[in-house]
């Protein structure tokens, strides 16, 4: 197999904040072509979890986000924190403060990239299981989220009709899905 990995020649920042970071590369392919400018967006690593309640609801949040002006359907999850020793841990802290439930099981499932051609983050998805509601929610300073516990069918209904449309969401439901004998592929 072929070697296609690029070589890194030169970067510098354009852009640096605390959610998003853009910086312009100098690339060498394989062939020796240079390719610049390449434009990479840095994003912190992200968690999210399908987590089902006790009595087996899924934990589905629902909020408006402004990059498409709209209110949607989605799972629990965010950014891994500096303070967060791994990431079941980050994972377990944005459970607890956006939906106020912790759980006794976390089953790690994998990971995917938004769009690997421009960013540089993956997010982490897992299984929580055995949910319990111990405290309300505690909603970071642009976060407002309403709760829906779900039945399997409701979410099986809502993929199929393209109700949750956050795409690594998606991802992370149909492997928690087939791991619980919900689907098959």
């Given amino acids: 197999m072929r070697d296609l990995k690029w070589k890194t020649i030169k970067s510098e920042y354009l852009f640096k904040d605390l959610w998003f970071t853009v910086r312009n590369d100098t690339c060498e392919r394989p062939d020796g072509k240079l390719v610049t400018?390449?434009?990479?967006?840095?994003?912190?690593?992200?968690?999210?979890?399908?987590?089902?309640?006790?009595?087996?609801?899924?934990?589905?949040?629902?909020?408006?986000?402004h990059?498409?002006?709209?209110?949607n359907y989605e799972i629990p999850g965010g950014c891994v924190d500096d303070t967060d020793k791994n990431?079941?841990?980050?994972?377990?802290?944005?459970l607890l403060e956006e939906t106020g439930y912790e759980f006794t099981h976390y089953e790690y499932l994998g990971k995917t990239c938004a769009n690997p051609s421009t960013n540089n983050n993956w997010?982490?998805?897992?299984?929580?299981?055995?949910?319990?509601?111990?405290?309300?929610?505690?909603?970071?300073?642009?976060?407002?989220?309403?709760?829906?516990l779900a039945s399997m069918e409701e979410v099986k209904q809502l993929l199929r009709d393209n109700q949750i449309i956050q795409s690594m969401h998606v991802t992370a439901l149909?492997?928690?899905l087939r791991k619980l004998g919900e689907i098959q592929f």
């Avoid at 990059?67 to 209110?71: N, V």
């Avoid at 990431?87 to 944005?94: F, V």
């Fill in 87 to 94: 990431y079941e841990e980050a994972i377990a802290r944005e």
């Fill in 123 to 148: 997010m982490h998805f897992y299984l929580a299981t055995g949910g319990k509601k111990v405290k309300e929610q505690e909603f970071d300073d642009n976060e407002d989220i309403d709760i829906h």
């Fill in 37 to 65: 400018p390449y434009y990479v967006y840095e994003f912190p690593t992200w968690v999210s979890a399908v987590a089902l309640t006790e009595d087996g609801k899924i934990i589905l949040e629902r909020q408006y986000r």
């Fill in 67 to 71: 990059g498409i002006g709209d209110t």
């Fill in 174 to 176: 149909f492997y928690a």
